[in-house]
């Protein structure tokens, strides 16, 4: 199996205090990162793909470290998580299935207790395609007021030739989260549900 | 602080690629944006002091973010630019009063020196729309290995009444400069120029 091939790391980290609301006192934050690597099976149709998910564990594993430092490097403050993929032109929708595993992994193993399903998207797209990951809560995914959204993307990637692999965390509840549901104080149970 | 902010996003881009050569070590652009409230959306007023003063607010500390994500020294800083969206119901001397007054002052401490003029671009805009933030050398514009741009967008601003304020810095020019010119180590940083 080919080695990860790195053309380009993106973080992005925003802070928001309020959405016409009150302000809060400590805002919520999200970050993503993505990197842009070269996708060995672009162009043809290789049946054997699956090595690949191993070869993707290292970088999945510093994608969610660094993710991590973004927020302030405490593990604990993370509580919701997504992950995503844009598959460049000369690839198939199959290569972003690949990070399934090693992208969710990595975050789960890093957050010690994570139990909740990693929500994720994934699409084929050009340069400057724009993908929504997913969130939800990091150990029960039917806490309401987690359900949220992060937009990434990259005016120059992914090339036909390349892949785009996405993480996201956040530290909170939608900044005005008032639509009931599931609280995350009363998540009980160990099933990653609620 | 004048400014009523709603959000803070910071993005940070590594370039390790480059159309097969390896960029060692990897050039880096961070751009730190703020969502503000805009004072006199759907007003005209004469006076536009109060934005000049959030402008002041805004290029010391968004400067100074784009310097703490890069995990950089003030002096490390080697190109920087500024850009403002004004969403609908606001002027374009909106952004121009934000930009030019005294948003530099504060983003040069930020920065350390910065003899030259901080290239801009501004623009009416809506949520999810471009800005490019132009870049060029901080102490002599005439670098011509530093001339660069960086997109930014949200998707959720500026919403009508609101201002986005985007600061870029670096630390290094574009990965494979090769147009000659003036050089960063052949320039003298003293008038600004060269």
């Not at chain 1, 937009?151 to 530290?171: C, F, I, K, Q, S």
């Not at chain 2, 870049?135 to 500026?158: M, T």
């Amino acid at each position: 199996m080919p080695d990860i091939e790195i053309r380009k790391i993106i973080t992005s980290v925003e802070e928001i205090y309020h959405e016409g609301g009150p302000a809060a006192q400590v805002p919520l934050r999200r970050a993503s990162i993505t990197a842009v690597i070269r996708n060995p099976f672009a162009d043809h149709f290789v049946a054997e793909i699956t090595g690949f998910m191993d070869d993707l564990k290292p970088l999945g594993l510093s994608m969610a470290i660094r993710l991590v430092n973004l927020l302030g490097g405490d593990p604990a403050v993370v509580e919701g998580y997504g992950k995503g993929a844009i598959i460049g032109a000369a690839g198939e929708l199959e290569h972003g299935a690949l990070w399934h595993a090693p992208g969710g992994y990595a975050m789960r193993e890093l957050l010690g207790e994570a139990k909740a399903i990693v929500p994720s998207a994934k699409k084929v797209g050009g340069v400057g395609a724009r993908l929504d990951v997913p969130i939800t809560h990091v150990n029960a995914s039917y806490v309401r007021s987690h359900f949220d959204s992060m937009e990434v993307g990259v005016n120059d990637a992914p090339r036909a030739n390349e892949l785009a692999y996405v993480l996201v965390m956040t530290t909170g509840a939608r900044i005005h989260s008032r639509s009931g549901g599931l609280l995350a104080e009363e998540i009980k149970g160990k099933d990653g549900l609620r | 602080m004048n400014a009523e902010i709603r959000k803070i996003a910071v993005w940070v881009e590594e370039t390790h690629l480059e159309i097969g050569k390896t960029i060692s070590p990897p050039t880096r652009k961070a751009v730190a944006v703020a969502v503000v409230a805009n004072p006199f959306a759907g007003t005209y007023v004469d006076d536009l002091d109060p934005l000049m003063e959030i402008g002041a607010e805004l290029g010391g500390m968004l400067g100074e973010r784009c310097v703490l994500a890069l995990g950089i020294t003030p002096k490390q800083a080697e190109s920087y630019g500024k850009a403002a969206m004004v969403g609908e119901n606001g002027e374009l001397e909106h952004a121009a009063a934000i930009l030019h007054p005294k948003l530099g002052g504060p983003l040069r401490v930020a920065v350390e020196k910065g003899a030259a003029l901080v290239p801009s671009s501004k623009k009416m805009g809506g949520p999810g729309q471009v800005l490019d933030v132009p870049l060029g050398h901080k102490d002599a514009a005439y670098v011509r290995s530093h001339f660069d741009g960086i997109e930014v967008r949200l998707n959720d601003a500026p919403r009508a009444n609101e201002i986005m304020v985007a600061v870029a810095v670096t630390d290094s020019g574009r990965p494979l400069p090769r147009v000659g010119g003036l050089s960063a180590q052949k320039a003298e940083g003293k008038d600004g120029l060269r």
